[in-house]
Nanobody, 127 residues
Framework: QVNLVESGGGSVQAGGSLRLTCAPS????????MAWFRQAPGKEREGVAM????????YYADSVKGRFTISQDTAKQTRYLQMDNLKPNDTAMYHC????????????????????WGQGSQVTVSS
């Protein structure tokens, strides 16, 4: 079992920035991809961004392209989600997720692709 530890949420005004951080609680070499999902009240969890841990290839939801950047420090096994030009409809609980073994890029935004989840970080954007 891999526990993912998140940090970096908070409250910001529209147009501001936040950075989320996610790292496994113990060193692990089985993780093939890591992603960020978000879930607003009354809505389904949606994929925001994903990164392959080996190649560094990234994927983004259309709603965040050009504003959010997912990156990683492989030595620290830490992944980041830099969120710029935040909008009120970005308000949600953000969860990091990790997939072991292999990850199908066609299913990167599917919850079922991932085996481990973080506890969530609240991001609130005010207008």
């Amino acid at each position: 079992q891999v526990n993912l530890v998140e940090s970096g949420g908070g409250s910001v005004q529209a147009g501001g920035s936040l950075r989320l951080t996610c790292a496994p609680s113990t060193v692990t070499y089985s993780i093939a991809c890591m992603a960020w999902f978000r879930q607003a009240p009354g809505k389904e969890r949606e994929g925001v961004a994903m990164i392959f841990t080996t190649s560094g290839k990234t994927y983004y939801a259309d709603s965040v392209k050009g504003r959010f950047t997912i990156s990683q420090d492989t030595a620290k096994q830490t992944r980041y989600l830099q969120m710029d030009n935040l909008k009120p409809n970005d308000t949600a609980m953000y969860h990091c997720a990790a997939g072991r073994g292999s990850c199908d890029s066609a299913l990167w935004s599917s919850v079922g692709t991932y085996h481990y989840w973080g506890q969530g970080s609240q991001v609130t954007v005010s207008s």
